[in-house]
């Protein structure tokens, strides 16, 4: 199965670039930067929207969905649910799943997901490389990456077709 990811080596060294929106890239300074990323995407998220995020161990994907929460008017913290899978908040309908231990996506289906995918809440997938098959087409998909200076990260975002005007609202 082909990746959703797309990378433009056309992309230059910007804030915020953006050429024909398969792929926006984003570089954030601090941890506080990726919490702010993550609220803007939170304020134009909508239930049944399905948020993927992949990246190593420390790039800022929990950080990213607590901004997320922020965003949807969630003032708790939000903790990666690694060991239970699936977290959900249900003041704000975020349906937080961790897929880090799962070795397939028949495991995210067998943990429940299919419930919270049909609609009624917002779904945020950390290591959602791992389960692909059990998500949806039309999802946002985040890569969070490294960058060579100590405390930025590179977070890449392909928009599916639900997401692509909202995208462009973020990087405008």
């Given at each position: 199965m082909k990746s959703p990811r797309q990378e433009n080596p056309k992309l230059s060294q910007s804030k915020w670039v953006c050429s024909d929106l398969a792929v926006l890239k984003v570089f954030?300074?601090?941890?506080?930067?990726?919490?702010?990323?993550?609220?803007?995407?939170?304020?134009?998220?909508?239930?049944g929207d399905v948020i993927c995020l992949e990246g190593d161990l420390g790039t800022g994907k929990t950080v990213f969905v607590?901004?997320?929460?922020?965003?949807?008017?969630?003032?708790?913290?939000?903790?990666?649910?690694?060991?239970?899978?699936?977290?959900?908040?249900?003041?704000?309908?975020?349906?937080?799943?961790?897929?880090y231990r799962l070795d397939a996506a028949e495991a995210l289906i067998s943990a429940g997901i299919d419930e919270f995918l049909e609609g009624d809440w917002i779904c945020v997938i950390e290591w959602a490389e791992k389960v692909i098959e059990a998500l949806p087409a039309d999802r946002l998909w985040v890569k969070f990456s490294f960058s060579d200076a100590d405390s930025e990260r590179i977070i890449r975002f392909a928009p599916g077709a639900g997401w692509v005007?909202?995208?462009?609202?973020?990087?405008g």
């Open positions: 954030t300074k601090s941890p506080e930067e990726t919490l702010n990323l993550g609220e803007r995407v939170g304020s134009v998220s909508k239930l607590n901004g997320i929460a922020r965003g949807l008017g969630f003032a708790g913290p939000i903790r990666s649910p690694t060991f239970i899978i699936i977290s959900l908040i249900p003041e704000i309908k975020l349906c937080h799943v961790d897929a005007e909202r995208i462009r609202t973020l990087s």
